[in-house]
């Protein structure tokens, strides 16, 4: 198993999280085709030890979360119940994989590179109903 990102003032300690939700969780919207897309690539990285769900079937109560959260962010959440979400919850999910994905999941929330990667989440995610990814369907919420 890698590591999650180091916290810092936007990770958020879950009181919340409830044993039936294991830690190492990604949450993502699974109405949108290119979130989708994109999370079963994480899945497909992931060790059995960790979950990549949609937030249309979790209890999002049982995390702490609300249907504002997850609509704005996909979310991380870490071994020690931890949340992150924004691009550190992509980094975090970077640091539970193998290889060199941990070292691309720190980059991301490292000094200089942090507000680059913050502003490219948003934009992504701000515009991700517009995007056409391969094998992906495109999202319908705006």
């Known amino acids: 198993m890698g590591e999650s990102p180091m916290p810092d003032a936007t990770a958020e ?8 939700i294991p830690a190492g969780t ?11 897309a994109t999370a079963r690539w994480a899945q497909r990285r992931l060790s059995d030890d960790y979950r990549v769900v949609p937030s249309q079937q979790i209890d999002l109560d049982a ?22 979400d924004n691009h550190r919850s992509i980094a975090g999910a970077l ?12 980059l991301m929330t490292w000094g200089p590179v942090n507000p680059l990667a913050r502003g ?19 999202c319908d919420r705006r």
């Open 13 to 20: 300690s879950d009181s919340h999280t409830s044993s039936l």
């Open 26 to 36: 990604l949450v993502y919207d699974g109405d949108c085709g290119f979130c989708t």
């Open 63 to 84: 995390l702490g979360l609300s249907e504002e959260d997850v609509a704005r962010s996909a979310w991380w959440i870490g071994p020690d119940g931890t949340r992150w």
């Open 95 to 106: 640091g539970a994989m193998g290889g060199l994905w941990p070292v691309v999941g720190r």
């Open 120 to 138: 490219m989440y948003r934009l992504v995610a701000n515009n991700r109903f517009r995007i056409r990814w391969p094998g992906a369907t495109r």
